[in-house]
Protein backbone atom coordinates (compact mmCIF):
# COMPACT_ATOMS: atom_id res chain seq x y z
CA UNK A 1 0.00 0.00 0.00
CA UNK A 2 1.21 3.78 -0.87
CA UNK A 3 0.02 5.18 2.32
CA UNK A 4 2.30 3.44 4.57
CA UNK A 5 5.48 4.17 2.42
CA UNK A 6 4.53 8.09 2.38
CA UNK A 7 3.82 8.32 -1.10
CA UNK A 8 0.72 9.36 -3.29
CA UNK A 9 0.11 9.80 -7.47
CA UNK A 10 -1.08 13.32 -8.15
CA UNK A 11 -2.44 12.62 -11.98
CA UNK A 12 -2.76 15.71 -14.18
CA UNK A 13 -5.87 16.10 -16.33
CA UNK A 14 -3.78 15.96 -19.58
CA UNK A 15 -2.77 12.49 -18.84
CA UNK A 16 0.86 13.03 -16.34
CA UNK A 17 0.85 11.28 -13.77
CA UNK A 18 3.74 12.02 -10.79
CA UNK A 19 4.86 10.62 -7.37
CA UNK A 20 4.50 13.08 -4.24
CA UNK A 21 5.72 12.62 -0.78
CA UNK A 22 3.05 13.53 1.95
CA UNK A 23 2.23 12.84 6.00
CA UNK A 24 -0.94 12.15 7.04
CA UNK A 25 -2.64 13.56 10.31
CA UNK A 26 -5.96 12.22 10.70
CA UNK A 27 -8.27 14.44 12.38
CA UNK A 28 -11.72 13.19 13.50
CA UNK A 29 -14.58 15.24 14.68
CA UNK A 30 -18.73 14.31 15.31
CA UNK A 31 -21.66 15.74 16.28
CA UNK A 32 -23.10 12.56 17.39
CA UNK A 33 -23.74 11.69 20.99
CA UNK A 34 -20.67 9.86 22.25
CA UNK A 35 -22.75 7.44 24.31
CA UNK A 36 -24.04 6.37 20.44
CA UNK A 37 -20.45 5.86 19.00
CA UNK A 38 -19.90 2.89 21.48
CA UNK A 39 -20.79 1.06 24.45
CA UNK A 40 -19.48 1.13 28.14
CA UNK A 41 -16.70 -1.64 27.52
CA UNK A 42 -15.57 0.21 24.27
CA UNK A 43 -15.15 3.34 26.23
CA UNK A 44 -13.96 1.50 29.25
CA UNK A 45 -11.34 -0.32 27.13
CA UNK A 46 -10.33 2.86 24.79
CA UNK A 47 -8.16 4.43 26.94
CA UNK A 48 -5.42 1.76 26.55
CA UNK A 49 -5.72 1.47 23.16
CA UNK A 50 -5.05 5.12 22.46
CA UNK A 51 -3.90 7.86 23.94
CA UNK A 52 -6.26 10.97 23.65
CA UNK A 53 -4.90 13.34 25.40
CA UNK A 54 -5.05 17.38 24.78
CA UNK A 55 -2.35 18.63 22.15
CA UNK A 56 -1.03 21.90 22.22
CA UNK A 57 -0.57 24.19 19.01
CA UNK A 58 2.64 23.35 17.86
CA UNK A 59 2.30 19.66 18.71
CA UNK A 60 -0.64 19.64 16.00
CA UNK A 61 1.28 21.93 13.18
Known amino acids: MLLDRRID ?3 LA ?5 EV ?3 VKVVLS ?3 D ?3 LGDEAFFRRIQT ?3 TGPITDEQFG
Open 14 to 18: YGVSF
Open 9 to 11: FLS
Open 21 to 23: PFD
Open 30 to 32: TNL
Open 49 to 51: KIL
Open 34 to 36: PAD
